[in-house]
């Protein structure tokens, strides 16, 4: 595949995340609708859940792949000048990859705390 | 009936500017249309410019923006239109005077899709068969007479004329994919892979809103779509 694919593969990245999403907000409502938390410890205890604990982390993913493809299109679209669409394409890319990071950092501890609480 | 009208000669004019003209009621018939109210305007000031052909919807030469909306003026019924009736060329395309632009760039995307039947085998001795089913395919795609109106009111095609397709393109290249004759659909597809080329499209739709032969360029782009899908999975 070369470089050129970029548009099909970013294309289908970008269909596949949304349907995740959206399915994802769904399970979420349906949760908090049916089934809220009631406490603090309730809501960790829910999200340490090793089921929720992987579609959330999936949910982030596809979130900054989606917003990755997304931005990047408003970038292509609007931004002509090469050099300023790769520094904005950079820092973007930054910017999530940082998201990114401090999500996994949030995802990381929950269960890790919870297994401290527990102790 | 009271008409603005776009003036632009760039070799004496610094701007743009909007000229009222109007003509008598007793001029206007009821099956009048837009080009023939355009004919008579140009009779009041000859140095009024703007393109024509068949004046049947045919050859796509009398494209402009009327109203806000892209149009041929030869099949758009004058008495419809709300006045004063504003006319202006097509959007985004460098003008060469009054309502004549110059439609290189969008001669060059077309060019790009490579708009003719590419076949690897020998020639046949007959003719290239085709069943009616094969046929039918191409409804709705080979209508096209280039015109302009639906890729000039793209806004993919406003900010990206020299890298997205247009619909006009994209609707073409549809045409020869589908098309049974053609052996070259996995290189006309490669040709259009890449972020701009035919993703740049954002189903805006405006194409389809436009088109005076009611053809549908974003289900063509959908189809191009979703035969790269099958060759990518």
């Keep these: 595949m070369s470089w050129r694919a970029h548009g099909s593969r970013a294309w289908l990245m970008q269909r596949i995340s949304a349907v995740y999403l959206a399915g994802y907000i769904v399970m979420f409502s349906v949760h908090l609708l049916l089934d809220a938390p009631t406490s603090y410890h309730a809501w960790r205890a829910w999200m340490g859940l090793p089921f929720i604990a992987v579609v959330t982390s999936l949910f982030f993913i596809m979130l900054l792949v989606h917003a990755w493809v997304g931005l990047r299109d408003v970038i292509m679209d609007y931004v002509h000048p090469a050099v300023v669409r790769f520094l904005l394409l950079t820092l973007v890319a930054l910017g999530l990859f940082a998201l990114g990071l401090w999500v996994l950092r949030i995802l990381m501890l929950t269960p890790l705390s919870n297994a401290v609480g527990a102790a | ?233």
């Design chain 2, 1 to 233: 009936m009271r008409f603005s009208i776009y003036r632009y000669n760039p070799e004496a004019d610094a701007a743009p500017t909007m000229q009222t003209m109007e003509l008598a009621d007793a001029d206007i018939t009821p099956d009048m249309m837009l080009l023939d109210a355009l004919r008579l305007l140009k009779a009041q000031d000859e140095s009024f410019t703007f393109r024509h052909s068949c004046g049947e919807g045919v050859c796509g030469s009398d494209a402009v923006n009327i109203n806000g909306r892209n149009g041929l003026a030869c099949i758009t019924p004058v008495v419809d239109l709300a006045q004063p009736i504003t006319i202006r060329p097509l959007p985004g395309m460098p003008v060469i005077r009054d309502l004549v632009v110059d439609l290189s760039q969008f001669y060059h995307q077309y060019r790009a899709i490579k708009p003719y039947l590419v076949v690897h085998d020998p020639e046949p001795e007959v003719e290239y068969l085709q069943t009616p089913q094969q046929r039918d395919k191409l409804d709705g795609l080979y209508e096209c007479v280039l015109c302009g109106c639906c890729s000039t009111a793209c806004p993919s095609f406003w900010w990206n004329p020299d890298k997205f397709r247009g619909p006009a393109a994209l609707l073409q290249a549809y045409r020869f994919i589908a098309d049974s004759r053609d052996q070259a659909t996995a290189e006309r597809l490669d040709a259009l892979e890449g972020p701009y080329r035919l993703f740049r499209c954002h189903t805006v739709m405006n194409c389809v809103d436009v088109c005076p032969k009611g053809l549908n360029p974003t289900k063509a782009i959908g189809q191009i779509k979703k035969i790269m899908l099958k060759h990518l999975i």
